[in-house]
Every structure is written in structure tokens, then in C-alpha cells.
């Protein structure tokens, strides 16, 4: 699998592209909904992994006792046309950044937590620049499929940092690749936010990496260039929010990009 999976998604999710899931990989880029505490997904450079606890339990979740039922990716027929990238802007401040993931998607997040984040109004503003639904005509740093399932948005960073959208370019192909694996595993794999249910997403996209979406998952190998790294590509799911929230919410708040694109790209890399 390649280092692109993994980023996308932070629900539970490990694979080849940049923005995977949350289950446990390196890059991850996915993960839970906005007001599900437990509900954390995440993807590294090559798996996905995601998982969502039940309401009052921590992010990491316990299995809930029930006997593991392994899911298989289907069969995916359809393109992935590239979702432009929202423009960077100072929407959060790094800090509250860095509070939204230890309150809602850290592993010791819980609903408690999470509710206290989101009930704040002054948070209102960072929280709808940091989460956006797949429905917006435009991505920001982690991007909600209607499954709950969240993916780091680490082909949108590339087309901004690197003017690398569209076509063949790496971050249409990321955004492609993350997409498909949505596609893939969201049908036949379990909702429920156990220990196991996260496990089966990741089994899932690791697996469509190598046959539903292989052909994307080829495309999206161009993250593992060492220039993204840092930059729009991270260790894991969490340096992933983190990195990608920065770029695409603080701009140019506590540290972070500053002076919009160019400016956020010279930030990432130091």
C-alpha cells in the first residue's frame, strides 16, 4: 500500500494515499464526525484507519465484546472528478486547532469533551473551516463523508501549495484515491464506532487499495515525493489535522500559514 492512502482518512483507515482513515497507519487522514467525541478516523501515508466510539467513550473506544465480521470492498464504477480546495484563511487559531483534535479525536476524547468544544461559541467560525461535509463545492482540511467517516485533505494542500490540481496532477489523484475508498468500503463495512467495527474499515481499505481502487491507488503514489512532505503530507492522521488545519484554517494566526499560499508552504516546511 502507499504512503498517499494512509493520510485521508482519520476514522480508521491505512492505505496509499495521503488521505485515509484512522484505523493505523502512519499519514492518516480521516476520521469521526464533528460532534461524535468517539467518532475518530484516520489515515496514513498507506492505510486507513477509523473508528468511532460509542457516545461517552474515549476515541480509542473498547471493542464492546462482539465478534469481528470482516468486510470486503465492492466494486466501484465511477470517476472522481477533482474538489477544488478551500482558500486558507484565519478562521482558528493554532491553538484551537490543536484543542478540536484533543477534544473530539484524540484518544482521550469523549463526548463530554467534544460537546464542551462545539458548544463554544467562539469556536463555531474554526470548527466550519476545519470540517467540511463532501457536499461543499469547495474541501477544507478534513472533509466528512456521509458515513461519519473523515479524511485528511491532503490533495487539496497540494493543489494549493504546489499548484498541483486537476488532470494527472497528484492532488486531483489523492482526492480521487480517498474518494474511491469511501466508495469501496462504506456499503459493506459496520457503522458502529468498536473497536472491531474500526478494524474491518481498515482491513477494507487496505485491501481496496489492491483491487477495487488500484488503479487510483497507482495514481496517488506520487505523494511519497519528498516534497509534499511536511508541507501537505504527514507522519500520521493527527499530524495530518493538525499540518492541514494550520494550512487551510490559521493562516497566518499563532504560527500559522503566513501571508496565504507561499507563505504556508515555507511555514510547513521548517
Given at each position: 500500500?502507499?504512503?498517499g492512502?494512509t493520510?485521508?482518512?482519520?476514522?480508521?483507515?491505512?492505505?496509499?494515499?495521503?488521505?485515509?482513515?484512522?484505523?493505523?497507519?502512519?499519514?492518516?487522514s480521516?476520521?469521526p464526525?464533528?460532534?461524535?467525541?468517539?467518532?475518530?478516523?484516520?489515515v496514513?501515508?498507506?492505510?486507513?484507519?477509523?473508528?468511532?466510539?460509542?457516545s461517552?467513550?474515549?476515541?480509542?473506544?473498547?471493542?464492546?465484546g462482539?465478534?469481528?465480521?470482516?468486510?470486503?470492498?465492492?466494486?466501484?464504477?465511477a470517476?472522481?472528478?477533482?474538489?477544488?480546495?478551500?482558500?486558507?484563511?484565519?478562521?482558528?487559531?493554532?491553538?484551537?486547532?490543536?484543542?478540536?483534535?484533543?477534544?473530539?479525536?484524540?484518544?482521550?476524547?469523549?463526548?463530554?469533551?467534544?460537546?464542551?468544544?462545539y458548544?463554544?461559541?467562539?469556536?463555531?467560525?474554526?470548527?466550519?473551516?476545519?470540517?467540511?461535509?463532501?457536499?461543499?463545492s469547495?474541501?477544507g482540511?478534513?472533509?466528512?463523508?456521509?458515513?461519519?467517516?473523515?479524511?485528511?485533505?491532503?490533495?487539496?494542500?497540494?493543489?494549493?501549495?504546489?499548484?498541483?490540481?486537476?488532470?494527472?496532477?497528484?492532488?486531483?489523484?489523492?482526492?480521487?484515491?480517498?474518494?474511491?475508498?469511501?466508495?469501496?468500503?462504506?456499503?459493506?463495512?459496520?457503522?458502529?464506532?468498536?473497536?472491531?467495527?474500526?478494524?474491518?474499515?481498515?482491513?477494507?481499505?487496505?485491501?481496496?487499495?489492491?483491487?477495487?481502487c488500484?488503479?487510483?491507488?497507482?495514481?496517488?503514489?506520487?505523494?511519497?515525493?519528498?516534497?509534499?512532505?511536511?508541507?501537505?503530507?504527514?507522519?500520521?492522521?493527527?499530524?495530518?489535522?493538525?499540518?492541514?488545519?494550520?494550512?487551510?484554517?490559521?493562516?497566518?494566526?499563532?504560527?500559522?500559514?503566513?501571508?496565504?499560499?507561499?507563505?504556508?508552504?515555507?511555514?510547513?516546511?521548517?
Open positions: 500500500m502507499r504512503v492512502w493520510l485521508g482518512l482519520m476514522a480508521g483507515l491505512c492505505g496509499g494515499f495521503a488521505g485515509g482513515a484512522l484505523a493505523a497507519c502512519g499519514n492518516g480521516a476520521g464526525g464533528p460532534a461524535d467525541a468517539a467518532s475518530d478516523a484516520r496514513s501515508d498507506a492505510h486507513v484507519d477509523h473508528g468511532e466510539p460509542e461517552g467513550d474515549g476515541a480509542g473506544g473498547d471493542d464492546g462482539g465478534d469481528e465480521v470482516g468486510c470486503s470492498p465492492i466494486a466501484v464504477d470517476s472522481f472528478p477533482f474538489i477544488p480546495p478551500a482558500a486558507p484563511r484565519a478562521s482558528c487559531t493554532t491553538t484551537q486547532v490543536q484543542s478540536l483534535w484533543d477534544s473530539c479525536w484524540s484518544a482521550s476524547a469523549t463526548s463530554a469533551t467534544c460537546g464542551a468544544f458548544g463554544a461559541p467562539a469556536n463555531s467560525t474554526c470548527i466550519a473551516c476545519m470540517i467540511t461535509p463532501t457536499t461543499a469547495a474541501w482540511p478534513i472533509v466528512e463523508f456521509p458515513d461519519k467517516i473523515s479524511y485528511a485533505n491532503a490533495g487539496g494542500c497540494m493543489a494549493l501549495a504546489f499548484a498541483d490540481a486537476g488532470g494527472a496532477a497528484c492532488g486531483a489523484a489523492q482526492g480521487a484515491l480517498i474518494r474511491c475508498n469511501n466508495a469501496a468500503c462504506s456499503l459493506p463495512c459496520p457503522k458502529g464506532g468498536t473497536a472491531n467495527d474500526v478494524a474491518e474499515y481498515n482491513q477494507c481499505g487496505q485491501q481496496a487499495v489492491m483491487t477495487t488500484a488503479a487510483e491507488d497507482q495514481a496517488a503514489s506520487c505523494v511519497s515525493d519528498p516534497a509534499y512532505t511536511g508541507v501537505c503530507v504527514f507522519a500520521n492522521f493527527e499530524a495530518n489535522f493538525i499540518g492541514l488545519g494550520d494550512f487551510f484554517c490559521a493562516a497566518g494566526s499563532d504560527g500559522g500559514v503566513e501571508g496565504g499560499v507561499d507563505g504556508g508552504v515555507e511555514a510547513a516546511a521548517d
